[in-house]
């Protein structure tokens, strides 16, 4: 229906010069067009104060935005998430096993 803005689309491209991301943003109003995200702007804040987000993004597209980091070669980097639950899962394994060896006495 015209007028219906669609939920934002992130892109993300690795910066082989840089070493760097590079992040675009854009989002589409029916029969208006498409709109796209401009570089941010920083500026001063009272340390006291508590500031706005600068963006509020719907789960959806937060998720989009992690999938192209991800595609970009970004992982977490704390062990949470896919990566710190495998972790989690091959130290059980490896612990079940030396239990379950030793009741059997495998060696």
Not at 53 to 80: H, K, N, Y
Request: aromatic share 8%.
């Amino acid at each position: 229906m015209k007028g219906d803005i669609k939920p934002f689309e992130f892109m993300a491209r690795r910066e082989a010069w840089n070493n760097g991301v590079s992040l675009y943003a854009r989002q589409t109003t029916e029969g208006m067009g498409l709109t796209i995200a401009k570089p941010l702007e920083f500026h001063q804040h009272d340390s006291c104060m508590i500031a706005d987000p600068f963006a509020i993004l719907e789960i959806q597209v937060a998720q989009q935005l992690m999938d192209e980091l991800w595609q970009c070669g970004l992982r977490p980097s704390e062990g949470t998430g896919s990566a710190g639950s495998l972790k989690a899962t091959e130290k059980h394994l490896d612990d079940m096993r030396k239990i379950a060896f030793k009741n059997l006495k495998i060696k």
